[in-house]
């Protein structure tokens, strides 16, 4: 399954530098593919020291890592929920995206102006979150319109669509984001249609000048506050350092361009790292003389859904999977020293996939 995040910010916070950054990226490897599928997505791939791991044991003619789509939304201004700008196309694309990264301003450059005249993280989040609501609410409250009627009739299924939305309408007016609201999994399946944006997870990019990066500042610590009952992330990066990095090839520059600034990783790892946390993902692999490839599913999927990720075939003709762990690929060498020293595990259908297993699915269709 792939993984598709929105970049949102307003005007000069670091949006387009930091989307930049990534769709110049260079992979570690030529075994670790990039493209730019059209200007405003880029595809990355996911870095997972895994995969090189297993590489050097097994020498796959390739080795495929799984990736992430970055989608740049442009467009946002006040009254985008209206249409101002490039507002209605801004709004239609984040509903495409599993999760949302909103780059927040939290540095000071007098050769960059602000669109508001002044630096001030809370009230950009503020804005943004202020369009999504009151398109939400529109989306809402026309289904409402629509569903009154009919419970009044007496539909039962009605009847409990409109109380759900009847709390969404009053939660939006409040000035709140749905995803704050506590919504059991019946009431998430009655609004899934409307594909609302406000319930969407969000990842918080505090975009810092170089000398905050380690411990951030004080509008990242202003940031903090806002969100402190959200249960959002926050990534500190700083998108300039980001397009510097990525003008850097080669692997060891990049690792000691990152030790100068005493950082272990780069921003883009870090977002990648917090999105697949935010949305629950974990990563199995398949290693053969083939290929080795990461795939990405959802934490606490069993065998029979992790194998249908490879092929719709895989799943229907589920027999086992037979499992090993890294740790002792890595001791015995090879899949069949795994398996002569006992170190194979032979799953069947209730198997929850953990992070990192590697797999081979046995089926029949």
């Known amino acids: 399954m792939g993984l598709k995040c929105g970049i949102v910010g307003l005007p000069n916070v670091g949006k387009s530098t930091l989307f930049n950054a990534i769709s110049s990226g260079k992979a570690e490897s030529a075994n670790f593919p990039f493209c730019t599928i059209e200007p405003n997505v880029g595809v990355i791939t996911v870095p997972d020291a895994r995969l090189t791991i297993l590489e050097g044991l097994v020498h796959p003619d390739k080795v495929v890592p799984t990736f992430i789509e970055f989608v740049d939304i442009a467009g946002l201004v006040k009254g985008a929920s209206k249409g101002e700008g490039l507002g209605n196309k801004f709004l239609a694309n984040i509903r495409e995206v599993d999760a949302i990264v909103h780059v927040i301003r939290c540095f000071e450059d007098d050769n960059i102006v602000h669109v508001d005249g002044r630096v001030d993280p809370v009230a950009d989040k503020q804005v943004i979150d202020l369009e999504l609501q009151l398109r939400d609410l529109e989306s809402v409250q026309k289904r409402l319109q629509r569903l009154e009627k009919i419970a009044k009739s007496g539909d039962k299924e009605a009847k409990k669509e409109v109380a759900v939305l009847d709390r969404l309408q009053k939660h939006l007016e409040s000035g709140l984001n749905v995803r704050s609201l506590d919504l059991i999994a019946e009431e998430l399946i009655y609004i899934e249609a409307l594909q609302l944006l406000t319930l969407k997870p969000v990842i918080y990019a505090a975009n810092v000048d170089e000398d905050s990066l380690i411990n951030g500042n004080d509008y990242v610590a202003e940031l903090r506050d806002e969100i402190s009952d959200e249960g959002a992330q926050i990534v500190i990066i700083s998108a300039a350092l980001e397009e510097q990095i990525s003008e850097l090839e080669d692997k060891s520059e990049r690792t000691m361009f990152l030790e100068e600034y005493g950082l272990k990783e780069s921003g883009l790892d870090k977002l990648i790292r917090a999105s697949y946390d935010l949305l629950g993902l974990i990563t199995y692999f398949t290693a053969g ?77």
């Open 289 to 365: 003389k083939q290929e080795v490839r990461a795939w990405t599913i959802k934490n606490g999927w069993k065998a029979p859904q992790a194998a249908g990720t490879i092929h719709t075939d895989f799943e229907k003709g589920f027999i086992r999977a037979e499992v090993i762990k890294l740790d002792d690929y890595q001791k015995y060498g090879s899949e069949l020293a795994c398996k002569e020293a006992g170190k194979m595990g032979v799953e069947g259908k209730d198997y929850l996939v953990k992070d990192g297993d590697i797999m081979h699915f046995r089926f029949n269709v």
